[in-house]
């Protein structure tokens, strides 16, 4: 069930009508124009991607060379090693510890009450749901201001700690609208059985409903982990120098520390590739998180 | 009668266990999303800056920030920017996502393969994206610049230009986010029956008709809900703006949550800048209602 791509096949046609003769809607059309498409996506990728390849290029060409137009060039690693001098890596280390703290976090509480709100039917009931669909849409500003003054106050200004607790906003959010539809999935007729051979609720959760999802389960916590990785906006606000995360650190290059293309370029290559890796790891799962409260399905 | 007492009794133990189990999520909710609303719009009333910390808990003329809001011409002026930008690349977005979703929807590896790689843009971390466009608007290092350049056509850049800044913006706003609506009207477009495609061909209808009178009705209300969603999204822009042009040149490319920003954190008038931030949850608290009366904010609601 788990890392297939989206290819959206599972709800398609019998495999007998697919299997040789392709759609229906595609069987009517001569051959040469079926190519004609193909040819066009390749045409759209290389030109929608090419901004995203300039930058990747950018921070292996040598710093002397960057002003140049020849496309081909002796590939360095120069700016990742200069990368390695300054704080960077420090602040690359924060990314990591705040992302995967507010990931933990949000799925000891968020779990639990995501099984609760797929097994439990009370009043109210969408009201929460409701809510938790609402942070997410809350612009991140109107909760900055209150936990800036807040987080002066209580000395959680500057830390990892106060920014993954920040992290939870969104994240609560997204683990608690996602798991529930994978809960869902789960019959609810096999915890039934549980109870009845003397299991409390949560043990029937523990053994039960929670193996069957762990796809899903790991699926949420990539979800949370990119979301917190990518966040600048908290970040920016909430740190100064301890706390720092690496989204940061590439504005502080661009703004203090002149116009080094490359090593600025090499920055930005290392931010993104956890996330194009894990995109290509679980882009299912990926697909129906970045999509949660848009699509019933 | 004492199995019935039995049964009772054991839906009341369920309940308590998922009370259990569902009370520290709100109470954490609580805690950082209404809690920090609440003193949010409480901090709009008040006067409170960092110059007189003592004036934070002056209520004598409550709606002082709100009256000076009607009379703000920058803050005026930021929300006409949102719109214009907010406007021009959410419907970018749903026409290049629409288009590509229809180019992308069949089953060979290549169209399987594209439908990830275009998911890039999305998931790349927001400030890489900016990174991204201001190397392409910077003409030292811009490709696009210098091919301008080789054809004879040199320009400024856009995003030092009044005139193109905005727009600018709203091009790598677009190509940021194009592949949300692409997912979607993908999604969607597996949901459409055969049968009423395989009847209207039968009768001659020509793929114009059959996308206008059948494939748009089954995707319009997707599209719908993509536009809303993509517009309070975009009411958040921030590293693009930050990085590209800093609201400028002038305030031209200033949007309402920036302008928030920079009366919060720079000149630190955080009454002032609560009262705006108010302005725009009200605002989303609207269309998220929108979102919801149109029947599919319900999802795993049933």
């Known amino acids: 069930m788990a890392f297939d791509d989206f290819t959206l096949d599972a709800h398609g046609l019998p495999a007998a009508s697919t299997a040789d003769t392709g759609t229906p809607r595609r069987r009517a059309r001569p051959w040469l124009v079926r190519h004609a498409r193909e040819i066009a996506v390749l045409l759209l990728l290389l030109l929608l991607l090419s901004p995203f390849l300039w930058l990747v290029q950018l921070a292996f060409r040598p710093a002397a060379d960057i002003f140049e137009d020849r496309l081909l060039f002796v590939p360095t690693l120069e700016g990742f090693a200069s990368l390695l001098q300054g704080n960077f890596l420090k602040s690359f280390g924060n990314s990591l510890l705040v992302s995967t703290l507010s990931t933990g976090l949000s799925l000891l509480i968020g779990v639990p009450a995501a099984y609760a709100l797929t097994r439990w039917d009370f009043k109210g009931r969408r009201h929460v749901a409701l809510w938790i669909l609402v942070t997410r849409m809350a612009p991140p500003i109107a909760f900055t201001i209150p936990f800036f003054l807040a987080w002066q106050y209580l000395g959680l200004q500057d830390t990892v700690i106060g920014l993954a607790i920040v992290y939870l906003t969104f994240n609560l959010a997204i683990v608690i609208w996602l798991m529930q539809t994978f809960f869902e999935a789960v019959p609810a007729s096999l915890e039934e059985a549980a109870w009845i051979d003397g299991c409390g609720v949560w043990q029937g959760f523990w053994r039960i409903a929670l193996p069957l999802t762990a796809p899903g389960l790991a699926a949420t916590a990539v979800l949370c982990f990119i979301f917190s990785w990518n966040d600048f906006f908290y970040a920016l606000i909430l740190t100064r120098t301890n706390a720092i995360t690496a989204p940061v650190a590439i504005v502080n290059f661009l703004q203090y520390e002149g116009w080094e293309w490359t090593k600025i370029a090499a920055s930005g290559t290392l931010v993104m590739l956890p996330v194009v890796g894990f995109t290509v790891l679980v882009r299912k799962y990926l697909v129906r998180g970045l999509t949660a409260g848009g699509l019933k399905d | ?302």
């Open chain 2, 1 to 302: 009668m004492s199995l019935a007492a039995r049964a009772g009794g054991w839906q009341q133990q369920r309940a308590r266990a998922y009370r259990r189990g569902l009370a520290p999520s709100l109470a954490v909710l609580l805690l950082i999303t209404l809690v920090p609303a609440a003193a949010l719009l409480v901090a709009s009333f008040t006067p409170l800056t960092l110059t007189d910390p003592a004036a934070s808990f002056r209520f004598d003329d409550p709606l002082v920030n709100y009256r000076q809001l009607l009379h703000d011409e920058r803050f005026i002026a930021s929300i006409v920017v949102q719109l214009k930008l907010s406007a021009s690349s959410v419907l970018l977005q749903l026409l290049t996502g629409l288009g590509l979703a229809l180019l992308l929807d069949g089953r060979s590896r290549l169209l399987a393969g594209a439908r990830t790689a275009f998911l890039i843009p999305m998931v790349l971390p927001p400030i890489v994206v900016a990174l991204i466009w201001k190397i392409l608007y910077t003409p030292d290092v811009s490709p696009l610049h210098r091919l301008l350049e080789a054809a004879g056509w040199p320009v400024r850049s856009l995003i030092a230009n009044p005139d193109t800044a905005l727009w600018a913006i709203a091009a790598a706003d677009t190509w940021q986010w194009f592949p949300f609506t692409m997912l979607m009207v993908l999604a969607a477009l597996q949901t459409i029956p055969d049968e009423p495609l395989e009847a209207a061909r039968l009768d001659g209808a020509n793929r114009w008709q059959l996308f206008r009178h059948i494939v748009l009705a089954y995707i319009r209300p997707v599209l719908v809900v993509c536009g809303l969603f993509r517009l309070i999204d975009s009411f958040k822009a921030f590293p693009l703006i930050y990085v590209l042009t800093n609201g400028g040149p002038g305030n031209v490319s200033e949007v309402t949550n920036f302008y928030g920003f920079i009366q919060a954190f720079n000149f630190s008038y955080w009454g002032y800048a609560s009262a705006i931030a108010t302005v725009m949850l009200a605002g989303v608290f609207f269309l998220s209602w929108l979102v919801g009366r149109l029947g599919w904010s319900d999802h795993g609601v049933r």
